[in-house]
């Protein structure tokens, strides 16, 4: 680890050096989740969340053969203007040959597990984690974001698995990979637009220190991997599940009838529900996003 290539920016390698309290934060979503400058914007806002949630955020990519662990203005600045086409998406498999061949690289929540926990950093917040997608029994098409929570110690903070995939066959993997899933604040896990998914919640809480202590507890006994905080998107902000659903089968119908697979499948989706919504689920996306901020901001304090 001593050998890891990783650059902090000098308010992250600040916060670590004091034992304040640091968030991680993935950057696909700026490379790959919309366009300039609405990302950046995004990107900005994210972090500022945190900030005044009494954290540093530390958002991570690959930018000239290193790992960097928080990023400055202009580094911010720079990857926000990287087209999609140029910026690797980075995962397990990737993300080293992505560093020795000197390219720029977006993490996923995979990858930023992965750098994060290198960093020593215990609390991710994101969107949405990837899990098992539809027709997965014929595609074998389940994302790396499973087996790293199952074997990563960092806690991730989510709205849930994202709704366009197999929510059920998603929560059985996490569970035989041993992860504990924890809703918070309720007791129905949420599917990320939506605050229900009509699955009961393996395990609640309503406290950000009983997560971190929780965290804690697992370190001490030995248990490999990490946490899984299902954290529902405000009330005001969501689109029910009964409404969500037949957007995202209608999409899902369209991909099929394209021939989209593989890693092309979620970009098509995503992008077509956001005509088919009217631009609701990017408003919602945000929404939650923040509020998934906010909430590692309270779990990263109280470690």
């Known amino acids: 680890m001593k050998d890891a290539p990783l650059s902090f920016s000098p308010e992250v390698a600040d916060a670590l050096k004091q034992g304040r309290p640091v968030v991680a934060l993935e950057s696909t979503i700026i490379t790959h989740g919309m366009p300039w400058p609405q990302n950046l914007e995004m990107a900005q806002k994210v972090e500022d969340v945190i900030r005044e949630g009494g954290a540093v955020p530390a958002t991570i990519a690959v930018m000239g053969g290193r790992i960097h662990v928080g990023l400055t203005t202009d580094e911010l600045t720079a990857l926000a203007q990287t087209p999609p086409d140029q910026a690797m998406k980075l995962s ?66 989510a709205a849930g698995a994202k709704a366009i995939l197999d929510l059920p066959k998603t929560w059985e993997v996490l569970e035989t990979l041993g992860v504990p899933v924890i809703a918070f604040g309720q007791d129905e896990l949420p599917a990320f637009w939506s605050r229900e998914s009509g699955i009961k919640a393996p395990l609640r809480m309503d406290d950000p220190a009983e997560i971190a202590g929780a965290a804690k507890m697992r370190a001490r006994l030995g248990l490999k991997g990490g946490q899984l905080v299902a954290n529902p998107i405000p009330a005001d902000a969501e689109i029910a599940r009964d409404e969500i659903m037949p957007v995202i089968e209608q999409a899902l119908a369209e991909a099929e009838a394209q021939g989209i697979a593989a890693k092309a499948v979620t970009p098509f989706l995503l992008g077509r529900i956001f005509e088919l919504t009217e631009g609701r689920s990017l408003a919602s996306n945000i929404e939650l996003v923040l509020n998934n901020a906010r909430l590692a901001a309270k779990i990263a304090a109280a470690f």
């Open 92 to 157: 397990r498999a990737d993300l080293a040959v992505c560093i020795a061949n000197g390219r720029t690289g977006a993490t996923t929540v995979a990858a930023t597990m992965i750098c994060a926990e290198l960093a020593g950093i215990h609390v991710f917040a994101t969107g949405g984690i990837g899990g098992v997608h539809r027709g997965a029994e014929t595609s074998f098409d389940i994302s790396a974001d499973l087996q790293e929570l199952g074997q990563t110690p960092v806690t991730v903070v």
